[in-house]
């Protein structure tokens, strides 16, 4: 299991990540008078619950495509790409929560992350089914 501690390190990070996400979307919703279970009122409120919500929605792409490449192609490069995944999201929400226009090159850099891994692993098992 030592050969997944640096995937299991950046799963976590990413856990962090999301948790660190919310707090900032509860610490909006308090700093504004906005109290849930309202998600509107506040322009900066209402990007900072959709940055959040954007990046929920793309951790059932993230975390299973990070551990399979880790799993079928190299723990290493599951690591390096988990990390940039991280920092893309972070590029993504901070640049949405400040002006909508601002999101897109976090969503570029996280998006390349992961589409290696998803699609270099999928690629590593269609070869490996196919040739053995």
Not at 10 to 28: D, E, I, N, S, Y
Not at 36 to 46: F, R
Not at 66 to 86: D, H, K, N, Q, R
């Amino acid at each position: 299991m030592e050969q997944y501690s640096l995937v299991a390190l950046v799963t976590l990070a990413a856990a962090l990540m999301v948790f660190g996400m919310a707090l900032f979307v509860a610490r909006t919703h308090a700093s504004t008078g906005i109290l849930a279970p309202t998600m509107t009122g506040d322009p900066v409120l209402e990007r900072a619950i959709r940055a959040h919500a954007n990046t929920v929605e793309w951790t059932p792409i993230f975390f299973p495509s990070l551990w399979v490449f880790a799993v079928y192609c190299s723990t290493a490069w599951a690591s390096a790409l988990g990390t940039v995944w991280i920092a893309g999201r972070i590029v993504y929400f901070m640049g949405y929560v400040s002006a909508p226009g601002r999101r897109f090159p976090g969503f570029f850099v996280q998006s390349a992350a992961v589409f290696a891994m998803l699609f270099g692993a999928a690629g590593k098992i269609v070869y490996a089914s196919l040739a053995g």
